[in-house]
Nanobody, 126 residues
Framework: QVQLVESGGGLVQAGGSLRLSCVVS????????MGWFRQAAGKGREFVAA????????AYADSVKGRFTISRDNGQNTVYLQMNSLKPEDTAAYYC???????????????????WGQGTQVIVSS
């Protein structure tokens, strides 16, 4: 079972930036699409961004397009989410995950993932 450790969250004012990191266990990291979801209080877990195993193809939710950038370092088994121009509505717990199957596109349905890490909290004040 893959292990995921997210970090980099915190409290930031609207308009500010944060960079989230996610370290992933496993020896075949480069063969998996990776992505981020988020979950605001009282809401479901929603897709944020994905980066495919054949980097540099990426995908973003409309709500973050142009503000967030996903990247990966296969040598460090790490995926990043650079978040700029943050808004109060970006406040949520952020979770990374690995696509359930090797060399496949990244699902946007959170229910298909068998497990999750602990997440990292992002709070954007107005």
């Amino acid at each position: 079972q893959v292990q995921l450790v997210e970090s980099g969250g915190g409290l930031v004012q609207a308009g500010g930036s944060l960079r989230l990191s996610c370290v992933v266990s496993g020896q075949t990291f480069s063969s998996y699409s990776m992505g981020w979801f988020r979950q605001a209080a009282g809401k479901g877990r929603e897709f944020v961004a994905a980066i495919y195993w054949m980097d540099p193809r990426t995908a973003y939710a409309d709500s973050v397009k142009g503000r967030f950038t996903i990247s990966r370092d296969n040598g460090q088994n790490t995926v990043y989410l650079q978040m700029n121009s943050l808004k109060p509505e970006d406040t949520a717990a952020y979770y990374c995950n690995q696509a359930p199957s090797i060399r496949t596109y990244y699902p946007r349905d959170a229910s298909v993932f068998p497990s999750w890490g602990q997440g990292t909290q992002v709070i954007v004040s107005s």
